[in-house]
């Protein structure tokens, strides 16, 4: 197998379970199964292995998404997060861990998380653009804060069911919107 996505894979695993700063160098070889120095000579540093998750992650979770133009495009989004949280765990968002742990001390680390929400917002957006036919921001921010709440009501209610019903209202607010279907 390849030993640096073995490591990104590990350390992707243990800082969602514990956190950036309380996983040790040590747990992340000995559950990827590799030594320090293999690690090192892949990631120079914690941040490079930060980075590195947070690009794959994004991309895993964007690739799942359909193309905004598609009619289903918000409704998928929803199941696409039901299917991340069942396969990942319902531990809050990744890129909010990042951003909440390195925001002072790595400005790039932070930048970089906060990107993945301004990506997530620019998708929801255009979503709503092609099924309305025109831009609505208000309908686009309503959107996107029901899936950035779902995160966290999925803590309290349970995965299916909180991406259930952010989907749910989210075609709700869409149809109530006149000019969209």
Not at 143 to 163: D, H, K, Q, R
């Amino acid at each position: 197998m390849n030993k640096k996505q073995d490591i990104i894979q590990a350390a992707e695993r243990l800082f969602y379970l514990n956190g950036f700063h309380a996983t040790s160098t040590d747990n992340i070889c000995r559950e990827a199964g590799v030594s320090t120095r293999t690690l090192y000579r892949y990631f120079p540093s914690r941040e490079a292995l930060t980075a590195a998750i947070m690009n794959e992650r994004r991309e895993r979770f964007f690739s799942a998404l359909c193309p905004p133009e598609e009619p289903e495009s918000i409704s998928h989004l929803f199941n696409v997060m039901g299917k991340w949280m069942n396969d990942y765990g319902i531990k809050g968002c990744f890129f909010l861990k990042v951003w909440s742990e390195y925001a002072e001390k790595e400005p790039m680390l932070a930048e970089q998380a906060m990107a993945y929400r301004h990506a997530m917002r620019a998708y929801i957006a255009t979503c709503i653009s092609h099924s309305c036919g025109r831009e609505n921001p208000p309908l686009a921010d309503a959107i996107w804060t029901l899936f950035e709440g779902t995160l966290t009501t999925a803590l309290v209610m349970g995965a299916p069911e909180a991406c259930e019903r952010g989907k749910m209202v989210s075609l709700q607010l869409i149809h109530s919107f006149s000019g969209c279907p």
